[in-house]
């Protein structure tokens, strides 16, 4: 079935580092979703692109949609401890349900 | 109030047991599924209910059973527990099941099958 492809799997970053993970596509996609899950926690919805070349921010983190509709990058400006946790990508399939990428571990070493 | 609750959070039983997680959502969506979270935080999709129809079933196991009494509850019925089914199950629902609403998770099921 279709798949979003998420790399990298795992990210250690010293606090006030950039991070950056991207999630890739072999087919368009009519939307893309992102979601962070915190240790012990549960996913939690971010926010959805929809539109080619869309960029959308939440503070320190920005959002893009490739505009081939293809990719899509979350990057966070100066990671803090509290960014800890893991970040998913989410696309649609042919069921019009969200499938979920592999998810990006992200660590921040105080 | 909690909008997606799932009981219990925490499942510890013997292989070869049957098991059920209860899942109730207060948002008044249409749509519920069940995640299968491994060790690796990979989530899967299992299932999918919309308006008490069965819409997606992922190739899980058939020991694997979802029951929806209404609309506001999906409940997950597991057969004959084996090691692998270890995992955190996570309920789910969302405004009308298409691929453009979010999805509101429950705090998750961690199940351990010794």
């Known amino acids: 079935g279709q798949q979003v492809m998420q790399i990298p799997q795992y990210q250690h970053v010293q606090e006030g580092e950039d991070f950056t993970t991207y999630c890739n596509s072999s087919?368009?996609?009519?939307?893309i979703q992102w979601y962070k899950q915190r240790p012990g926690g549960h996913p939690v919805f971010l926010i959805q692109l929809v539109k080619s070349g869309e960029v959308k921010k939440q503070k320190r983190l920005t959002f893009q949609f490739g505009e081939a509709k293809k990719n899509s990058s979350l990057h966070i400006t100066a990671t803090q401890t509290t960014d800890v946790g893991t970040y998913f990508c989410?696309?649609?399939?042919?069921?019009?349900?969200?499938?979920f990428g592999a998810g990006t571990r992200l660590t921040v070493k105080p | 109030d909690t909008a997606v609750s799932q009981t219990p959070k925490y499942l510890v039983t013997q292989m070869g047991n049957d098991k059920s997680i209860k899942c109730e959502q207060n948002l008044g969506h249409d749509t519920m599924y069940w995640y299968k979270q491994d060790s690796k935080k990979f989530l899967k999709i299992m299932f999918s209910?919309?308006?008490?129809?069965?819409?997606i079933n992922e190739t899980v196991p058939n020991r694997f059973s979802p029951k929806s009494p209404d609309k506001a509850h999906l409940n997950l019925h597991i057969n004959s527990l084996e090691l692998g089914d270890s995992a955190v199950y996570f309920c789910?629902?969302?405004?009308?099941?298409?691929?453009?609403?979010?999805?509101?998770f429950g705090q998750g099921t961690r199940l351990t099958v010794v």
């Open positions: 087919t368009t996609l009519s939307n």
């Open positions: 789910a629902s969302s405004q009308d099941g298409g691929a453009y609403t979010e999805a509101f």
């Open positions: 209910y919309n308006n008490k129809e069965l819409i």
């Open positions: 989410a696309g649609p399939t042919n069921n019009n349900d969200m499938r």
